[in-house]
């Protein structure tokens, strides 16, 4: 079963602009992990989230949690081709000894 | 590169076989995860080993078996293979449960 669920399922933007996309989990997590995947190859980590903390960035990337609405977003802001991709949100629940737990993805296709 | 190398990239073989999937962890790392993406399950958590014990388990049937060896390298096992056992299976690792898993480039499995 799957713990998170994304949305949107695909996104089409163009070159430059701010791709937004959203998870929403079920039970208490320590923390929530996004990760790319370009078609069938290997996830990328992206960046990592902590329950008590609410925002992070790095580099294009900002990430959001409110663990209050069991919700996540990353926001990749200037867009490249190279974007283009599959991205997951992954939840480590608590005392899960840190099995993480996929949403079905977002496909994000950046057109130049 | 993440760091963790899994063997073989691709295998084909028959129903009612049996394989083995092999991962060798970050350098570092004591946890390793295994999961199992396909198509209409999406990514899904197989097991987990920390410092060569087994710390948690998901979805793994019955004809799996996985074990983590004393230098830390793991394999997971899958027997009397079916057409629905036809997957990516990714290993993952991780210094600790609470932290970044990074994962490896996958092994594509076909059963014919």
């Known amino acids: 079963s799957q713990q998170g669920e994304e949305d949107p399922q695909a996104l089409s933007i163009q070159e430059g602009e701010n791709a937004t996309m959203n998870c929403s989990y079920k039970?208490?997590?320590?923390?929530l992990q996004w990760y790319r995947q370009n078609s069938g190859r290997g996830l990328v980590h992206l960046i990592l989230?902590?329950?008590?903390?609410r925002e992070k960035h790095s580099g294009r990337l900002r990430v959001t949690l409110d663990t209050s609405k069991k919700s996540s977003s990353l926001l990749i802001t200037a867009s490249r081709a190279a974007d283009t991709a599959s991205y997951f949100c992954?939840?480590?629940?608590?005392?899960?000894?840190?099995?993480?737990?996929f949403g079905a993805g977002t496909q994000v296709v950046v057109t130049p | 590169d993440s760091g963790v190398t899994q063997t073989p990239k691709h295998l084909i073989t028959a129903t009612g076989q049996r394989v083995t999937l092999r991962c060798s962890p970050r350098?570092?790392?004591?946890?390793v995860y295994w999961y199992q993406q396909s198509l209409d399950q999406g990514l899904q958590f197989l097991i987990q080993?920390?410092?060569?014990?087994?710390?948690a388990k998901g979805n793994i049937l019955e004809r799996f078996s996985a074990q983590q060896f004393p230098d830390l390298h793991s394999e997971l096992n899958l027997s009397s293979l079916e057409l629905g056992d036809s997957a990516l299976y990714f290993c993952?690792?991780?210094?600790?449960?609470?932290?970044?898993?990074?994962f490896g480039p996958g092994t594509r499995l076909t059963v014919l």
């Open positions: 350098s570092g790392d004591l946890s």
């Open positions: 989230i902590r329950s008590n903390e």
């Open positions: 993952a690792s991780s210094t600790h449960g609470d932290n970044e898993q990074f």
């Open positions: 080993y920390y410092n060569g014990e087994e710390r």
């Open positions: 039970t208490s997590i320590n923390n």
């Open positions: 992954a939840t480590a629940e608590s005392d899960s000894w840190g099995k993480l737990q």
